[in-house]
């Protein structure tokens, strides 16, 4: 069965569940997909993308060291509202004859960067191949990346308010 490639994205924080439910094409023609995103995978996924971007934007590798994760933070903000505009929000289906999202776990995401394009292969228990892919430019991804963490700081799994924040940027200091 080949992968399904996913065009779009929709995310629902489900705080009884304690997870994230990413679902792939769910409002267009294309076939659709959900996966559950657990605490575990997305506190590791958070943190292998934060280190991807880092090395993969040209931007922040041109930047001194000291000032890599601010220039990944503003790339990262930049990405936000620049896809904000393209972002049409929407109520909620409610009613009888809603159908409720069958979602698989996800098991595993491998997320590759060529040429400033990610390529996203979602994988769930017991298979060795992805069942869904995506193919995203670097604001694509900075939103997806933006989502995920907003429904980790919605679901209080103890992420950094910031994406890129460090333990050293939480640190006060006091000058004498």
Not at 55 to 71: C, D, F, G, R, V
Not at 83 to 93: D, Q, Y
Not at 154 to 163: C, F, I, R, S, T
Request: aromatic share 10%; charged share 20%.
């Amino acid at each position: 069965m080949p992968a399904i490639k996913i065009e779009a994205f929709t995310f629902e924080y489900n705080q009884l569940q304690d997870r994230i439910c990413l679902g792939g094409n769910l409002y267009n023609d294309k076939a659709e997909i959900s996966f559950w995103l657990t605490r575990r995978l997305v506190l590791r996924l958070l943190t292998a993308a934060v280190e991807l971007v880092q090395k993969t934007s040209p931007k922040i590798t041109n930047t001194p060291q000291e000032h890599k994760l601010a220039m990944a933070q503003f790339e990262h903000q930049c990405a936000q509202q620049k896809g904000s505009s393209n972002v049409e929000k929407t109520a909620p289906l409610s009613g009888s004859n809603v159908q409720p999202i069958n979602a698989n776990i996800l098991h595993r995401m491998d997320i590759s960067c060529k040429d400033q394009r990610y390529k996203v292969s979602f994988f769930v228990v017991d298979t060795e191949e992805a069942v869904a892919i995506s193919y995203l430019d670097s604001g694509q991804f900075h939103q997806v990346l933006s989502f995920i963490h907003s429904g980790a700081l919605e679901l209080e799994w103890g992420v950094e308010a910031d994406l890129f924040a460090s333990d050293d940027a939480q640190q006060q200091y006091t000058l004498q």
